[in-house]
């Protein structure tokens, strides 16, 4: 079929029934009737303005929840009725696909996932497919030791991260990858696979509000001269990701990807005299903010003389509204690379992501907002 005909992506979402799916699912719809709600929010049209990829979207996903998502997006009460409600019976067409169970071996889900992905594919065959990975944030199970696909579809422990059957089964179709999740699932293998498939892999872990902030005022603070003693970063959250990340196991990715990234920026560890970290971050879940989390940064630095002083950051953000316009974001990133024959891990995506996948990802915020330049020439370029 020709190029011309592939008009919109059709996203598959792991996860739809969540938090930032539903919202997604809503933000897509509306996308169609009432542009100028979202269109705005989104980064691609500045960053990326000649960007070959369509802006407009059909999702579908799974989730192992199988309420429908007008009922998801009424209890949350995260998008507000009044916005979407106009295109309820849009939000309603979007199919909900049942996970496959997470007991069974990973190959079995891989070919149940692949059969409902072909099924897709033939209902809009126009479409170009994008797999977002939404799923809660899960217990890193190590899977360093596998070298070969061989060896990561036989390993015990594959199985209890269900992410990997989605992301095994859109490179096997395909389909790149966008994983927002904390959890690390471009090991070896995987990243050779997508390579080798020609589709480009993108993430990990979401950078949308506090450490999109934090990379941006310590990359001020380094240009600017000052040197930071210590950082002090709360987070409170109520909703479902809030409540997960309770559990130490499955929090460790997020707090080591909130963590990693500020001596890097800075270019020294932020320690006191005697060596000891002073940069903590903590999560904690607090059921009466729902998604309506809060981030609050103390950030202690000094000047000429080595005279202290301090900074005081509070930010009353909204998860997945802010999350949301950055996954559409990256499914239009990844048609366009897709596009343009860029494959396997991308690191210039940095901006996006907490933990940037590939080879000598972007640092700082200018280091970042260059490789998004860079990327968008590299499409244009390639463009027929
Ligand atoms: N909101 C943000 O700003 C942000 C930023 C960075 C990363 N993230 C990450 O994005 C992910 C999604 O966040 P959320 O707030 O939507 O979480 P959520 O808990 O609201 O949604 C996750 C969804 O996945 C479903 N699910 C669980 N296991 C499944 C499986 N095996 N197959 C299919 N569906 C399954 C759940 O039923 C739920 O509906 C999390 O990993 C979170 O840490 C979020």
Known sequence: MPERNQTRILLLVAGIGGAIGTTVAA????????????APYLTTPVCAPDLPAPMAFQVAGWD????????????????????????????EAVPLLSAP??????????????TDIEEL?????????VLANLLPAAVDPDLTACTTLEALLAHPDAGTLPDLAYVLAALKAGIPVINFTPNRVEIPPVAAMAAAAGVPLLGRDGKTGQTFFKVVLASALKARGLRVDGWYSLNILGNADGANLDDP???????????????EILGYPVTDAQGRSTHKVRIDYYPPR??????????????????????????QGRDSILAAPL??????????????????????????????VGDDPPI?????????????????????
């Open 290 to 315: 729902g998604d309506a989390k809060e981030a609050w940064d103390a950030i202690d630095f000094s000047g000429l003389f080595d005279l202290p002083m301090s900074l005081r950051l509070d930010l």
């Open 249 to 263: 196991g499955r929090a460790a990715g997020k707090l080591a990807n909130k963590t990693r990234l500020l001596d």
């Open 27 to 38: 933000a897509a719809t509306l996308m169609q009737v009432r542009p100028e709600q979202v």
């Open 327 to 356: 996954v559409l974001d990256l499914a239009r990133w990844s048609v366009a690379l897709m596009q343009s024959g860029i494959a396997g891990p991308v690191s210039d995506l940095g901006f996006y992501f907490k933990k940037p």
């Open 121 to 129: 594919r033939r209902r809009w065959p126009h479409h170009r497919p």
């Open 101 to 114: 169970p997470v007991g069974a071996p990973l190959k079995v889900r891989v070919e149940t996932l692949l």
């Open 64 to 91: 192992t929840q199988p309420r429908p998502l007008v009922e998801a997006l009424a209890e949350s009460a995260i998008v507000p009725g009044g916005i979407w409600r106009e295109v309820r019976s849009g939000i």
């Open 364 to 384: 700082t915020f200018a280091q970042q907002l260059a490789a998004l330049d860079r990327l968008a020439e590299r499409c244009r370029r390639s463009r027929p």
